[in-house]
C-alpha cells in the first residue's frame, strides 16, 4: 500500500470554525489531491497539488483552501465550516496528472 | 468537458456468478480509463487501467475490463464473484483538458453478493 496517512480520521466541529485536514505521504510524490465523497456524487475533486507551492482549484473548491510548503504534506482547510461540508475526505497521490492515484484512507468530518 | 456514467446505482449477483459493471465515458480523445473499488470505510483500491494498447485490461482480483472505443464504454467484469467481492466500485476517467489534467470519477456502482 501507498504510504498516504490522513489526520484526524474522525472529526465533530461546530458550524463557523475553522478545520484543517492533513495528509501526509511517504512515496515522493509530486501530485497530491483533496476529494470529498457525498452519497450520489462519487468522488469530487477539492484541490489540487502539483509541486510545493503550486496548487490549483478542482469542481468543488468554495469554502476550501490548501497549502502546500512541503512535497510530503497537503492541507485542506475549512475557512468557517458549515454544514453542507460534513463529507468524507479522501486525500490521493500521483506521480503523474494522469497516472494511477493512491488514496488514504479518509477522514470523516460532520459539521454540527 | 469529460465526463463518466455508471448508470446501475445498485447490482446485486449470487456467488460464483459473473459481473458486469457498466461504465460509459464522454471525452474527445483516448481517454486515461480507471476502474476503483471502496471497501467500507476504506479508501479506494485500483483494480486496473487502459492507458493504451490492447483493449482488454487484466486487473487485480480476478477482474478485467474491456475499451470499445465504439461505445465509449469501459466495462468491469469477473467471470465468478466471490462474496468478497461485495464493495462500491467506481468507474475514472482522465485526459488533457483546458482545465488541467484530472480525473473524473463515476458516482459509483454498489455490488451486493448473495451467498
Known amino acids: 500500500d501507498a504510504g498516504i496517512t490522513q489526520s484526524p480520521r474522525h472529526k465533530v466541529t461546530e458550524t463557523g470554525t475553522p478545520v484543517t485536514l492533513r495528509c501526509h505521504q511517504t512515496?515522493?510524490?509530486?501530485?497530491m489531491y483533496w476529494y470529498r465523497q457525498d452519497p450520489g456524487h462519487g468522488l469530487r475533486l477539492i484541490h489540487y497539488s502539483y509541486g510545493v507551492k503550486d496548487t490549483d482549484k478542482g469542481e468543488v473548491s468554495d469554502g476550501y483552501s490548501v497549502s502546500r510548503s512541503k512535497t510530503e504534506d497537503f492541507l485542506l482547510t475549512l475557512e468557517s465550516a458549515t454544514s453542507s461540508q460534513t463529507s468524507v475526505y479522501f486525500c490521493a497521490i500521483s506521480e503523474g496528472p494522469l497516472y494511477e492515484q493512491y488514496f488514504g484512507p479518509g477522514t470523516r468530518l460532520t459539521v454540527t | 468537458a469529460q465526463s463518466v456514467t455508471q448508470p446501475d446505482i445498485h447490482i446485486t449477483v449470487s456467488e460464483g456468478a459473473s459481473l458486469e459493471l457498466r461504465c460509459n465515458y464522454s471525452?474527445?480523445?483516448?481517454?486515461?480509463l480507471f476502474w476503483y473499488v471502496q471497501s467500507p470505510g476504506q479508501g479506494l483500491q485500483l483494480l486496473l487501467k487502459?492507458?493504451?494498447?490492447?483493449?482488454l485490461v487484466q486487473g487485480i482480483k480476478g477482474f478485467e475490463a474491456e475499451f470499445k472505443r465504439s461505445q465509449s464504454s469501459f466495462n468491469l467484469r469477473k467471470p465468478s464473484v466471490h462474496w468478497s467481492d461485495a464493495a462500491e466500485y467506481f468507474c475514472?476517467?482522465?485526459?488533457?483538458?483546458?482545465?488541467?489534467?484530472?480525473?473524473?470519477f463515476g458516482t459509483g456502482t454498489q455490488l451486493k453478493v448473495e451467498l
Open positions: 512515496e515522493n510524490h509530486r501530485y
Open positions: 475514472a476517467v482522465g485526459g488533457f483538458t483546458g482545465g488541467g489534467n484530472k480525473l473524473t
Open positions: 471525452y474527445g480523445a483516448t481517454p486515461y
Open positions: 487502459y492507458f493504451s494498447g490492447d483493449t
